[in-house]
Nanobody, 115 residues
Framework: QVHLVESGGGLVQAGGSQRLSCTAS????????MGWYRQAPGKQRELVAR???????NYADSVKGRFTISRDNPKNTVYLQMNSLKPEDTAVYYC?????????WGQGTQVTVSS
């Protein structure tokens, strides 16, 4: 059974930093593409960043230069380092992976950026 467990959310002031972690189980992590999405109140869920097995990454334009996605395969963990946070980054952040034809989500972690 696939499980994605996020941690690291919370309240941070604008301009601050925060790191999210997502630990996966039930998948062959090293070959799996992993992504971070977010959903703000009243808005659709959107892709924030994605990293494939080879380490290549892509980012939403709104976070380029501020956020960094990385992975630690021996720990089955993907990270999202968020710097220069803005109030508009406030959202629930979700970890995601496609595995064997199914789309899996973590439970989400709230990130709130105060102005």
């Amino acid at each position: 059974q696939v499980h994605l467990v996020e941690s690291g959310g919370g309240l941070v002031q604008a301009g601050g930093s925060q790191r999210l972690s997502c630990t996966a189980s039930g998948i062959i992590f090293s070959i799996s593409a992993m992504g971070w999405y977010r959903q703000a109140p009243g808005k659709q869920r959107e892709l924030v960043a994605r990293i494939i097995s080879g380490g290549s990454t892509n980012y939403a334009d709104s976070v380029k230069g501020r956020f960094t996605i990385s992975r630690d395969n021996p720990k089955n963990t993907v990270y999202l380092q968020m710097n220069s946070l803005k109030p508009e980054d406030t959202a629930v952040y979700y970890c995601n992976t496609w595995y064997q034809g199914y789309n899996y989500w973590g439970q989400g972690t709230q990130v709130t950026v105060s102005s």
